[in-house]
């Protein structure tokens, strides 16, 4: 169930919550349980959005540590994922096995997620009314999953955790996980498989730039291709590549734009990735730094370590920023932005909040969370400094 689909939201809304609310109270779901003994099997879901997965990730590992303490390799986890989160489902450590299932197709599904009999089914996602439906019917002894205001969901549960929009979502993560007695704490990874084809061997110092959001109304969380340019010039060094990387729709976009960037004198490739996130993670942890519009690729790179500057518009930085050892969010500063909760909070908001992200900015973050205590940094420093006095 993708967020950017207004469709898909209107058909969860409108079918979801009287099948989900009407099925929960004929079921007598929300009765307090406690963890079911002994315990063979867990199931988990979260978002179908690509960066949710790779977020996610985090609480996957602090649940397979628990379970190895509980009952060593005894007990399974099975991660029930969509196929618009599977190039970031496959890079996931923590499950013993992944498990498809078609997000608009419920008795399907349902009927996925009751053939694994799992004995507890944790739901990582914050919205989706089939999500919580398919909870209530998995044949679950104990579920669990969140209480979002205005989603009308949290009746599909037995453990209902309040999701709150005050918090980054990493930690609405946890908070479900520690309300079935699981200590967390670990922090979101991925595992790379090595045989993985390496893009643009050879090249000493890339640059990674990602400038295209997904979904409905994406064009919202996009920055002017003028000031990736812009940006683009402060950056480079005589040997810097510029990779433009995106999904494959993206390329009628990506091709143009590197034309206009070699116009310029500047050295760039576009990245289009046939294996899903594989060959792209490789290349994102030898980049000197991935600047990306608020997305699964820049959430991607900050969990690898890559030098990460994230471009939030109408995305709240502390909701969805990036997580990593060397990563920046860069929030706009126009009066009203960042108002971004679930995802779809578009109606009657600012339109222009991309707009107010400076390239002076930016360019100050990106020379700053790779370390480069230059001159030209300084530069940027004061360009900053003056622009916000």
């Known amino acids: 169930m993708r967020r950017g689909s207004k469709k898909n939201r209107l058909v969860d809304f409108w079918l979801g919550i009287p099948l989900l609310n009407g099925a929960a109270v004929c079921l007598r779901a929300g009765r307090r349980r406690k963890w079911p003994a002994p315990i063979r099997k867990i199931g988990v879901m979260c978002s179908a959005a690509l960066g949710d997965t790779l977020l996610f990730s985090g609480v996957l590992r602090d649940l397979r540590e628990w379970c190895n303490l509980q009952g060593g390799a005894g007990i399974e986890i099975v991660h029930f994922y969509m196929k618009q989160n599977r190039a970031a489902a496959e890079l996931v450590a923590g499950a013993d096995r ?46 669990a999953g969140f209480r979002t205001r205005g989603q009308y969901r949290g009746l599909g549960y037995d453990v209902r955790v309040e999701h709150r929009a005050d918090r980054h979502e990493m930690e609405n993560f946890r908070a479900l996980l520690q309300a079935v007695h699981v200590p967390t704490g670990l ?62 729709g993206d390329l009628e976009r990506i091709e143009p734009f590197v034309r206009r960037m070699k116009e310029k004198g500047l050295s760039a490739v576009p990245l289009v990735g046939s294996d899903g996130f594989i060959s792209l993670a490789h290349l994102l942890r030898r980049a000197r730094v991935v600047v990306s519009v608020n997305t699964g690729v820049m959430h991607l790179a900050a969990i690898l370590g890559a030098p990460t500057v994230s471009l939030n518009g109408p995305t709240n930085n502390q909701r969805w920023g990036p997580i990593g050892p060397y990563a920046v969010g860069v929030s706009s500063s126009g009066e009203g932005c960042g108002y971004l909760n679930l995802g779809f909070e578009f109606n009657g908001q600012p339109t222009d909040c991309m707009e107010k992200i400076s390239v002076e900015r930016v360019l100050a973050a990106a020379l700053e969370v790779t370390g480069r205590p230059t001159n030209e940094a300084r530069w940027a420093k004061e360009m900053l400094a003056h622009e916000e006095q």
Do not use: C, N
């Open 187 to 248: 922090a979101p990874q991925v595992i790379l498989p090595p045989e993985a084809t390496e893009p643009l061997p050879g090249v000493q110092d890339i640059v990674v730039f990602h400038l295209w959001a997904s979904g409905a109304l994406s064009q919202l969380r996009e920055w002017p291709e003028e000031r990736w340019i812009a940006l683009a010039e402060g950056l480079a060094r005589p040997e810097t590549v510029f990779a433009i990387t995106g999904a494959p």
């Open 98 to 143: 992944h498990v498809l299932i078609d997000m608009t197709q419920p008795l399907k599904s349902i009927r996925t997620i009751r053939a694994e009999s799992v004995d507890v089914l944790l739901d990582f996602t914050s919205w989706q009314r089939l999500t919580a439906l398919y909870s209530l019917m998995s044949g679950a002894r104990l579920t």
